[in-house]
C-alpha cells in the first residue's frame, strides 16, 4: 500500500524560505520517479519538480534558481526547499511518484498515479 504524507506547508512573506516534505511509504525514489505538484484555487494541477532514481532532477523555469528538490539518504522522504519565495508560489502542494524509475521530460499528471493529500502554502 502506496503512502506519501507532505508536511512543512504554512504562510511566509514574499522572500522567504521554506522547505516541504514528502514521508513514502509502500515506494522509495530508490526505485520509483518522483515529483511535487502544485495548485492554485481556479487552477490546473501544475508540475514543479521531479527527481528520478538516478537522481536526475527536472525543474520547472518558473522556480529554477529557486527551488530545489532532493530525498533524503534512504530515498524515503522527499522535500523541496523553496527560497525567495514569490506571491505566485501560493498553492497547495502536492508530493506524487511514479510507477517507473524515469520521468524526465514527463510532467503530467497522469504519468503519477501516486498522491499525497497535500500541503498548503500562502505567501504574502
Known amino acids: 500500500h502506496v503512502q506519501l504524507v507532505e508536511s512543512g506547508g504554512g504562510s511566509v512573506q514574499a522572500g522567504d524560505s521554506l522547505r516541504l516534505s514528502c514521508a513514502a511509504s509502500g515506494l522509495t525514489s530508490r526505485t520509483h520517479c518522483m515529483a511535487w505538484f502544485r495548485q492554485a484555487p481556479g487552477k490546473e494541477r501544475e508540475w514543479v519538480s521531479s527527481i528520478d532514481t538516478d537522481g536526475v532532477i527536472d525543474l520547472s523555469d518558473s522556480v529554477k534558481g529557486r527551488f530545489a528538490i532532493s530525498n533524503y539518504k534512504d530515498k524515503a522522504i522527499l522535500y523541496l526547499e523553496m527560497n525567495e519565495m514569490k506571491p505566485e508560489d501560493q498553492a497547495k502542494y502536492y508530493c506524487?511518484?511514479?510507477?517507473?524509475?524515469?520521468?524526465?521530460?514527463?510532467?503530467?499528471?497522469?504519468?503519477?498515479?501516486?498522491w499525497g493529500q497535500g500541503t498548503q502554502v500562502t505567501v504574502s
Open positions: 506524487a511518484a511514479s510507477r517507473a524509475a524515469y520521468c524526465y521530460k514527463r510532467r503530467d499528471v497522469a504519468y503519477f498515479p501516486y
